[in-house]
């Protein structure tokens, strides 16, 4: 039985700010933003907007009326409750049945994988059922902080079906797990704590290490892959990982892994990180914008989160996959969005949930989307489905 992505989507915030501005106003030069890091906008979310907002929206965009959802599985490490899962806020809010499993899952950037393997495991056990993968996230460091160029906000979901329409997940992957402090959030704090230099340095690492334990045990070597995905806090790392692998590939397959990978980072170029969906927001743009793509294709992805867990496993296209993507709605949604200065960014940053027991009230004006949230009263939040 093949199991894998039967429909994937995405949701991003209606704002953005442009980086080129941004490196302005904070004495850089450009190019260190737009060709150093990989980056040209990024995705702006108010207070309105969060993990379940976002995630109910990119689910809302793939969802029938004839699904039959029996794990609705949400990857993120921007959770807004220590105890009740995201998963529930998302079921409720898209009137999912209540005859199904609701979980969030958490290992940094990695989630998203934990859950769409978690998904497809479901699918084998239950095949007259679908799993709902969402992976949803805001990365926030701080005004003027060495990471703010890496922040961002989306979230990517996906349908995870036996027999799907888009690709099959084969039953090839390798993963390995360490407890390193290369990036972590405690609990009091919305802002990330990370270990820029040897953050990268861990993800090449673990990167080279699955990929050669993957060829060792799969037999399967570069020329095997039609093109490769990567997690991207930024594009650049991403490159900087496909680098490693390049070598081992003549120079026609070079040049054929950079092409796809440039289509990979486009959205990634416009969004900025979203962690637990960097990846398969490069898969989707991958799948949305390049058009050399031929059902039997297959994809390499490489998944990682900090902290550290990472893996490499393959998926394989299927006949008439193109017939199941939205690149028009995908950019139309990028299109649309408004341009914030710099100013209006920094006065948004700054407007957030407070890590309090008072009321809050989200701001009026940044209202955008099928989903927000008005606020938190009494210690609890309060959605509204426009």
């Not at 056990?125 to 890496?150: F, K, N, W």
Request: a negative charge.
């Amino acid at each position: 039985m093949s199991i894998g992505i039967d429909r994937i989507g995405m949701a991003t915030p209606a704002f953005y700010v442009d980086l080129i501005e941004l490196a302005k106003a904070r004495g850089d030069e450009p190019d260190k933003y737009t060709i150093g890091i990989g980056q040209d906008q990024q995705a702006v979310a108010p207070s309105s907007q969060d993990i379940v907002t976002m995630g109910a929206d990119a689910a809302a965009s793939i969802l029938s009326e004839n699904d039959h959802i029996g794990l609705i599985a949400l990857g993120t490490e921007s959770g807004i409750d220590a105890s009740k899962a995201g998963a529930l806020y998302i079921q409720k809010l898209l009137n999912l049945s209540p005859w199904a499993r609701a979980v969030e899952i958490k290992e940094a950037c990695y989630g998203g994988t934990a859950a769409l393997m978690m998904a497809r495991d479901f699918v084998a056990a239950h095949p007259d059922q679908q799993a709902l993968v969402i992976a949803s996230d805001i990365a926030r460091y701080g005004l003027a902080t060495g990471g703010e160029v890496t922040q961002g906000a989306g979230a990517v979901a996906m349908i995870v079906s036996k027999d799907p329409h888009i690709l099959t997940i084969n039953d090839d992957s390798v993963y390995r797990s360490d407890s390193i402090m290369d990036f972590w959030r405690p609990v009091y704090q919305d802002t990330a704590l990370a270990k820029g230099k040897y953050s990268t340095a861990q993800y090449l690492d673990f990167f080279q290490q699955v990929w050669d334990r993957y060829k060792a045990t799969t037999g399967k070597t570069l020329a095997d892959f039609k093109a490769l995905c990567f997690h991207l806090p930024y594009t650049k790392m991403g490159l900087k990982a496909l680098r490693l692998a390049l070598p081992e590939g003549d120079e026609a397959k070079q040049a054929d892994l950079m092409a796809h990978f440039d289509r990979s980072i486009q959205y990634s170029r416009r969004v900025g990180n979203l962690y637990t969906g960097s990846l398969y927001l490069g898969l989707l743009s991958m799948l949305d914008l390049d058009d050399s793509l031929q059902a039997g294709d297959t994809l390499g992805l490489f998944s990682y989160g900090s902290g550290a867990v990472g893996e490499f496993f393959s998926a394989t296209l299927v006949d008439g996959f193109e017939q199941y993507l939205h690149a028009a709605q995908h950019a139309a949604l990028l299109d649309d969005r408004k341009q914030l200065s710099v100013p209006e960014y920094e006065a948004v940053f700054n407007d957030k949930v407070p890590y309090a027991a008072g009321d809050y009230q989200a701001d009026p004006q940044y209202f955008a989307g099928r989903f927000v949230l008005t606020g938190v009263k009494d210690q609890e939040r309060q959605y509204l489905a426009r």
